[in-house]
């Protein structure tokens, strides 16, 4: 992938070397608009868009071109439908404002949509007043890199994705920004993408949002205050790294939904304060290594369906429930985690309790069971009977337990020496 | 000379005095002002966080601070009981004897538990953080616990001759309180879980004022997401300002009518 990313990186290069033709549009140039650009131009040229508002939809790019923004030209849709369509290969935009996308309960207008096309470059880009941002439409090997999209979307059913990629592989979804849209970057059926280091905040429904996507990689991205964090569903080996979590705080609301997702790898992740840290359903064989999850409603909810996953080396601190388990039955191993409520003691000095940690307090397994029993949250009454299952465990999974709890927490990156 | 009824207002504020300043000569009020005291700066010490340490102090003032109001009640009427009959022989309304009994020992360990909390609170720089709403909320709930138990102490002396059997009713009525109840509570919750149960439980809370006062202090805490998650009759409640207007509502009530039952009781008792 890499040498591909090089690739098309070095293509606009090659085109310019070749013919080196430049296009300049401004409204006192021979060239007043950008489809008129587009029309004259050729095959590897650069319009080269100088600053002043276009008042401009429905822009095709039909053949591999280069528009590169000067001092942040507006492109204004008016609200009349999509702005920029790209149909070709090898097209890069730098450094455009596109505001008012159309809204339409019939075609989801973009402001730059993507069709069958590859090795494309979409960068610096101010995306304002939108209905979709950036819609990838089966289109392979490209980049989109450090754009700012800023929606005001209110309602679920008339907003649209930040970036939304639709059958399309091999992308690179890179620092970037995105706010206030229904799903902040929406994944379906998208092979060996990377998303990496962006920051999703404040929007309606998810952050990050993956659908029958597998083999994709998301790091270092910051998710917050979104109406329900990330949720990937229906997906197959997706690695989650160093991201945070964070603030996805309401009554519905987790930081990671997991749901059917097999063979994942999730490890550095810091889940903050959000209402349930991971929402796990029938989801096996996963490992979870290194994570903190601090302040959480629930750290981890597991719904069911949940075989051969592994916690280990995560810290649990200041949950108000660790864990929550619907079933008698466990077949997921938790091993040398920091647990915040840990109350035993470590004679032998080796840095593990000596008597083990069962994550699953009772009280958490009859909110379970019972929901409304919620409202005795924090009373003297539960506090008896958490500390007697404690003792004598009876209704929570007896296996269950962390046989190795950590006396001090996992300080990241310095892995514990194994005796 | 024809006896004079004494003006029942003026005469309940001297008896309130009386009983007020009668508690801080016999240093009760110190002790549990101090204890308070203690309790603020040695949780402040450990954690230093505000917010946190609203949450610990919850769990502190919930259990406790009932179980005192309780207590004192109950020993501080049994102990004045040769003051009570003395001044049952002056032109004085009984209602005035009574509630100004009560209120001078409830006002007592209302003030012991506002000041010994909130010295450290402020000392530790409570102004300047955004706790304040909270911390607040936590002293008056706290102020409406003694007042409560204070006075549900008092029906139950009033209502029994023998101290013991009066102690042991009102540790009693603690201790369901406290902790009974919320065991019933729960059974109850696990037997019907087919039914419905969001309107229930919540009316459930309104009949138990530690109950009461933990969904309160809940309420006014990020946790409160917590609850909401469970439907929409919970949502409606812990999410908007209804919740607390009913709860402080019902507070209201709770402490409004002991006080008449006493006053009430106290005309007819024969003594």
């Not at chain 1, 917050?224 to 990937?232: I, Q, R, W, Y």
């Not at chain 1, 909810?301 to 949940?306: M, N, Q």
């Not at chain 1, 004598?392 to 337990?401: E, I, M, N, R, Y």
Request: charged content about 20%.
């Amino acid at each position: 992938m890499r040498t591909l990313l090089l690739l098309f990186c070095a293509l606009p290069f090659l085109g310019n070397s070749l013919k080196a033709n430049t296009i300049i549009v401004c409204a006192s140039c021979e060239v007043t608009s950008i489809k008129e650009g587009v029309r004259i131009a050729s095959d590897f040229d650069t319009l080269l868009i100088k600053k002043g508002t276009y008042k401009e939809y429905n822009i095709r790019i039909d053949k591999p071109l280069t528009l590169l923004g000067e001092n942040n030209p507006v492109i204004d849709g008016q609200e009349k439908g999509e702005i920029i369509t790209i149909v070709s290969d090898n097209v890069t935009l730098d450094g455009l404002v596109i505001v008012n996308v159309g809204t339409s309960y019939t075609a989801d207008y973009a402001a730059v949509r993507v069709v069958k096309s590859a090795d494309f470059l979409i960068q610096n880009l101010v995306l304002e007043k939108l209905f979709f941002g950036i819609y990838l439409e089966k289109s392979n090997n490209g980049k989109i890199y450090a754009n700012k999209i800023v929606g005001d979307a209110v309602d679920e059913y008339n907003s649209g994705n930040g970036i939304q990629l639709w059958y399309s592989k091999n992308i690179v979804v890179e620092e970037n920004t995105v706010q206030q849209v229904r799903d902040g970057i929406y994944l379906e059926f998208s092979d060996n993408i990377g998303i990496i280091n962006n920051i999703s905040s404040n929007n309606l429904r998810y952050g990050l949002h993956f659908m029958f996507s597998n083999d994709d990689l998301y790091e270092g991205n910051t998710f917050e205050n979104n109406g329900a964090g990330v949720a990937v569903m229906f997906s197959k080996k997706i690695i989650m790294r160093n991201n945070t979590f964070k603030r996805n705080w309401g009554t519905a609301s987790f930081g990671l939904l997991l749901k059917e997702i097999n063979d994942a790898d999730i490890s550095g992740n810091t889940f903050e304060e959000n209402t349930i840290g991971i929402n796990i359903e029938g989801s096996n064989r996963i490992n979870y290594n290194d994570n903190n999850f601090i302040k959480n409603g629930w750290a981890i909810k597991v719904r069911g369906a949940c075989y051969t996953n592994a916690f280990i080396h995560n810290n649990f601190m200041y949950n108000s429930f660790d864990i929550a388990y619907n079933s008698n039955l466990n077949d997921n191993i938790f091993k040398e985690n920091y647990w915040s409520n840990y109350t035993g003691y470590d004679l032998d000095k080796n840095g593990f309790g000596d008597i083990p940690y069962r994550p699953v307090k009772l009280f958490s397994y009859i909110v379970n069971r019972t929901p409304e029993t919620i409202i005795l949250l924090r009373s003297l009454f539960m506090d008896i009977i958490d500390f007697s299952e404690k003792v004598s465990p009876v209704f929570t999974p007896d296996d269950l337990v962390d046989s190795h709890p950590l006396m001090r927490p996992v300080v990241r990156e310095t892995k514990i020496v194994k005796k | 000379m024809p006896s004079r009824q004494y003006h029942p207002i003026k005469a309940m504020i001297k008896i309130l005095k009386y009983s007020f300043y009668d508690l801080m000569r016999s240093r009760w009020s110190y002790v549990y002002f101090l204890f308070y005291l203690l309790l603020g700066f040695v949780l402040l010490f450990l954690n230093n966080d505000l917010s946190k340490a609203v949450i610990t102090l919850m769990n502190v003032i919930i259990v406790l601070v009932p179980l005192i109001g309780t207590i004192f009640g109950v020993m501080y009427f049994y102990n004045s009981k040769e003051f009570t009959e003395l001044l049952l022989a002056q032109p004085i309304k009984r209602s005035s004897i009574f509630i100004g009994q009560y209120l001078g020992v409830a006002g007592s360990l209302s003030m012991s538990l506002v000041l010994g909390l909130g010295i450290p609170f402020v000392i530790y720089g409570l102004f300047e953080s955004n706790a304040i709403w909270d911390f607040s909320l936590l002293l008056i709930t706290g102020a409406f616990l003694t007042l409560i138990f204070t006075a549900l102490s008092f029906n139950i002396a009033l209502s029994n001759e023998n101290k013991i059997k009066g102690f042991g009713y009102a540790v009693l009525m603690w201790l369901f309180l406290a902790v009974i109840y919320d065991g019933l509570f729960l059974m109850s919750l696990i037997v019907f879980e087919q039914y419905p149960l969001d309107s229930f439980s919540l009316a459930a809370t309104m009949f138990n004022p530690i109950d009461l006062s933990r969904t309160l202090i809940l309420l006014k805490l990020d946790i409160s997401a917590l609850l909401g998650y469970t439907g929409a009759v919970f949502k409606q409640f812990f999410g908007t300002y209804i919740g607390v207007v009913i709860s402080f509502v019902m507070l209201g009530f709770w402490t409004l009518i002991p006080i008449l039952r006493l006053s009430f009781k106290a005309k007819r008792k024969d003594f």
